[in-house]
T-cell receptor
């Protein structure tokens, strides 16, 4: 079964607004990571949150993790047109060696 | 320090031909991962390799697909007798050898395979 399902699948907002996307996963994890992908390019790591952490910040990014609900959220504050991209969560399951399992992604469009 | 290098960027093959995708990890990285991405979808894990060893190939089809990461040179993902359903973007990622389970992946720009 697919780990890491994102919600919503697509999001359209105005510049300056906040963007929130959610991710659910199915099994126990070591950590959960968020990546960004611009159209036609590879993924770029944004932030990692460990299973014993509940919240983490990096610049305009805020990530939360709720292991009891097996869910995470990514908040981008004060969005910019350059934030337009697809955002993927990736879970690192405890029983899966060293590989990450990616969700289907949230496509974010920030309109100027 | 160059990032993860993948080539070719685009590859066009006819049905039945072979596709060879190359990936050079970041300097100092000895773990390589291959993922496949269909349009509008997430990345699907295919195979995880260390130098000269396949660690996990649970996501790779048993037939026609193979991967290697030799002692010298890039990692190669080979698809024999390609079919239209193999058309996708193939991404390679690398990570350093630490084994702590919290490594982030560094991705290449991908190879877009189109099968005619």
């Amino acid at each position: 079964s697919q780990q890491g399902e994102e919600d919503p699948q697509a999001l359209s907002i105005q510049e300056g607004e906040n963007a929130t996307m959610n991710c659910s996963y199915k099994t126990s994890i070591n950590n959960l990571q968020w990546y960004r992908q611009n159209s036609g390019r590879g993924l770029v790591h944004l932030i990692l949150i460990r299973s014993n952490e509940r919240e983490k910040h990096s610049g305009r990014l805020r990530v939360t993790l709720d292991t009891s609900k097996k869910s995470s959220s990514l908040l981008i504050t004060a969005s910019r047109a350059a934030d337009t991209a697809s955002y993927f969560c990736a879970s690192h399951p405890k029983a899966a060696g060293n590989k990450l399992t990616f969700g289907g992604g949230t496509r974010v469009l920030v309109k100027p | 320090n160059a990032g993860v290098m993948q080539n070719p960027r685009h590859l066009v093959r006819r049905r039945g031909q072979e596709a060879r995708l190359r990936c050079s990890p970041m300097k100092g990285h000895s773990h390589v991962y291959w993922y496949r991405q269909l349009p509008e979808e997430g990345l699907k894990f295919m195979v995880y390799l260390q130098k000269e060893n396949i660690i996990d190939e649970s996501g790779m089809p048993k037939e026609r697909f193979s991967a290697e990461f030799p002692k010298e040179g890039p990692s190669i993902l080979r698809i024999q007798q390609v079919v239209r359903g193999d058309s996708a973007a193939y991404f390679c990622a690398s990570s350093p050898l630490r084994g702590q389970g919290d490594e982030k992946l560094f991705f290449g720009s991908g190879t877009q395979l189109s099968v005619l």
